[in-house]
């Protein structure tokens, strides 16, 4: 369709080429869209930043590092400015390459060319502190981002809760979710499944619950495979009642227990000295279950 469109008298513009560069990335990679730029260029198109950062964002995915910086430098020369999002794609390709400390000062370079880090920059440090276990690193970050009057969002909590809850360390997520809360960062609905997963992988199934109450208030609600964890582990640990009642929400949205949740909560019940009340609730929802 390119040629055909001069012929159309459809004048092509940086959005046109900027659509057939992200396939040329995924189809040819780097240096075959590479050629694109120069065929832009060749049009009088004049690139965007959107451009610049599509093939940084190729360059280094595919570990060519040095290409990338090329790029940034191109993109000065042309009078294109780089932004949060340019150094963030740098960044993450130093951190892919196990060069963690040097993203870490491109990230202070910056304000040197004149681009303030923003919400972006520090996500990628994160994560690549949680992908070596680092939370004291992640939590650090957070402290930083605050200092600088950057407001974290609830997917940089999310890097920190997970990271926590990995490292089996789940009372001080449940403590960082409560931090989040009140500082004025809203959970969504993945900061309280990871938190609730993690609490199930750690057996605190207590916890767990407590998170379940708090995501079911929010308008949140775990996958089934979650309820069932949490169902035949409050089973297991003999709380009855909160076993129950767990059972009672899956019911409501037409989630089923597995057998071995099952047989988990009904052992729990039937060896309870006070499970009148509870033995009725179990009635009902194997009724419902069935």
């Avoid at 502190?129 to 609830?154: I, N």
Wanted: proline fraction near 2%.
């Amino acid at each position: 369709m390119l040629p055909l469109a001069p012929k159309l008298g459809v004048r092509l513009n940086a959005v046109s080429y900027n659509i057939i560069l992200k396939g040329a990335c995924l189809r040819d990679g780097f240096m075959g869209a590479r050629a694109m730029l120069d065929e832009m260029l060749g049009r009088g198109v004049r690139p965007t930043v959107v451009t610049f950062n599509t093939l940084v964002g190729s360059a280094c995915r595919e570990g060519e590092l040095g290409a990338a910086e090329r790029l940034v430098d191109e993109m000065v020369r042309r009078g294109v400015t780089p932004n949060a999002a340019t150094y963030a794609l740098l960044m993450r390709g130093l951190c892919d390459s196990d060069r963690y400390d040097d993203a870490k000062k491109l990230m202070f370079d910056m304000e040197y060319r004149g681009c303030q880090a923003e919400v972006v920059n520090y996500g990628v440090l994160m994560a690549s502190c949680a992908r070596r276990g680092d939370a004291d690193g992640v939590r650090e970050l957070l402290s930083a981002m605050r200092k600088r009057k950057l407001k974290p969002d609830d997917a940089s909590y999310n890097v920190l809760i997970k990271c926590l809850c990995d490292a089996g360390r789940v009372g001080e997520a449940h403590r960082a979710l409560l931090e989040m809360q009140l500082k004025g960062t809203v959970p969504g609905a993945a900061t309280y499944r990871v938190l609730v997963d993690g609490c199930c992988r750690a057996r605190d199934f207590e916890l767990g619950l407590r998170v379940l109450n708090a995501m079911l208030a929010s308008g949140h609600c775990p996958q089934a495979r979650t309820f069932r964890h949490l169902a035949r582990g409050l089973g297991e640990d003999g709380k009855a009642e909160e076993a129950c009642f767990v059972l009672e929400q899956m019911a409501r949205r037409e989630m089923c227990l597995d057998a071995d949740g099952w047989q988990a909560v009904v052992t729990c019940v039937c060896s309870s000295c006070s499970t009148k009340a509870s033995e009725i609730k179990l009635a009902g929802e194997l009724a419902l279950s069935h």
